[in-house]
């Protein structure tokens, strides 16, 4: 009977072990709007689930515990392709939510400031800019400021948004905007800013 009992053990074991190796769970799509443009944008901030959340905030091509900061070196650690815009394997947005999504390019930010009426909204009482496309469809992008370790987030009056595009001095490109401003700039890869992503 114990010999029984100690060969079906180790049988049971690799059974209970094949259900947990083939048992794939799916990642949750993310909301997306078609404003009208070259790709659609998320209806919200990465780390958040509703459109006036700030959700999280992210340093930039951030590769174990190293931000790149020079171009050749990101040329020569392969975190940048020749256009000098992040490789899906460092971009956060293709890693963390898959399915096409990805950081937009400066390029896709200027189509969203030149082809897009950018108006002062609140929503649920956080104050942001309401973006309409040529379409009439809309997104909402809250102030959300800079993160910060000890603070959460700063400059709440304005919102800062990573672009993948790099920048001069070792900088990367973003969207500063406020009330009355738009515009993009190059911010040290250091700082922890918003993502909003983008698909095709």
């Given at each position: 009977m114990k010999s029984k009992i100690l060969i079906l053990l180790p049988l049971l074991l690799l059974s209970s072990c094949a259900q947990r190796i083939?048992?794939?769970?799916?990642?949750?799509?993310?909301?997306?709007?078609?404003?009208?443009?070259?790709?659609?944008?998320?209806?919200y901030n990465m780390g958040a689930n509703k459109p006036e959340e700030r959700g999280q905030y992210f340093q930039w091509g951030l590769k174990g515990?190293?931000?790149?900061q020079e171009k050749l070196d990101l040329y020569n650690d392969m975190i940048v392709n020749y256009?000098?815009?992040?490789?899906?394997?460092?971009?956060?947005?293709?890693?963390?939510?898959?399915?096409?999504?990805?950081?937009?390019t400066a390029a896709e930010f200027k189509e969203l400031q030149d082809m897009c009426t950018w108006e002062w909204a609140e929503v649920n009482g956080v104050a942001g800019q309401e973006i309409t496309g040529p379409n009439g469809n809309k997104i909402f992008?809250?102030?959300?400021?800079?993160?910060?370790?000890?603070?959460?987030?700063?400059?709440?009056?304005?919102g800062f948004y990573w672009s993948s595009?790099?920048?001069?001095?070792?900088?990367?490109?973003?969207?500063?905007?406020?009330?009355s401003v738009k515009?993009?700039?190059?911010?040290?890869?250091?700082e922890r800013l918003s993502i909003r992503a983008v698909k095709p």
């Open positions: 083939t048992k794939v769970e799916a990642l949750p799509e993310h909301e997306c709007v078609d404003l009208g443009l070259s790709v659609k944008w998320a209806k515990t190293n931000v790149m256009k000098y815009e992040l490789n899906e394997k460092n971009d956060i947005a293709s890693i963390l939510w898959d399915n096409g999504w990805r950081i937009p992008l809250p102030f959300a400021g800079i993160g910060d370790v000890q603070w959460g987030a700063i400059y709440t009056d304005q595009s790099t920048a001069e001095n070792g900088e990367s490109e973003c969207l500063q905007f406020d009330l515009k993009m700039q190059g911010k040290e890869r250091t």
